[in-house]
């Protein structure tokens, strides 16, 4: 069941990390920063191509916009959501982010595995067999690299 562990505070909506250069939103997640999305923000400060905008909608910690993007209706669904220190879904999005970073280690050790099942296979078949799961399995790390994927 879903647990709503939002505090109220607001604070997700007060530094809303933007890259308007690259058209680029961190926040659920690394998104595609749309037209309307970044009509609603006011811009704070920057640091090289980041700049941290507060959500026009927000009004004291309270958010008055009645038409809420899909994305403020969501977050923070990502495990790679960008979070407050203070969010309380900090535990959640910890939790929910160690996951994948499981995941991404236990297919690195499988490619390890299967490269070393390839160069002893006399199987040409089974080369290439291997040789796609080996493909499919740095796609998906490829996927995450943006959130740091190839080092962990
Ligand atoms: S920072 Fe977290 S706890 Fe605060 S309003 Fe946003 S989602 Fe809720
Ligand atoms: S529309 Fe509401 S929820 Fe979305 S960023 Fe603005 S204040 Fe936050």
Redesign the pocket.
């Known amino acids: 069941m879903y647990e709503d ?9 007060k530094r809303i990390k933007v890259d308007f250069e690259g058209k680029t939103l961190y926040f659920d997640g690394i998104q595609i920063l749309t037209p309307d999305f970044a009509s609603m923000l006011t811009p704070l400060d920057s640091e090289g191509e980041i700049t941290y905008c507060r959500c026009k909608f927000l009004e004291g910690n309270l958010c008055t916009n009645s038409n809420k993007p899909d994305i403020c209706m969501n ?2 669904s990502s495990p790679f959501a960008f ?2 220190e ?4 900090s535990g959640e999005i910890f939790l929910k982010k160690e996951a994948e970073m499981r995941k991404i280690r236990k297919l690195k050790e499988e490619i390890i595995n299967y490269e070393a099942m390839i160069k002893v296979s006399p199987n040409k078949g089974e080369q290439n067999r291997l040789q796609k799961i080996i493909n499919s399995h740095k796609a998906r790390i490829e996927r995450l690299k943006n959130y740091g994927a190839l080092d962990w």
Request: net charge positive.
């Open positions: 562990f939002c505090k109220k505070c607001g604070s997700c909506c977050y923070p979070i407050p203070d969010c309380g879904f």
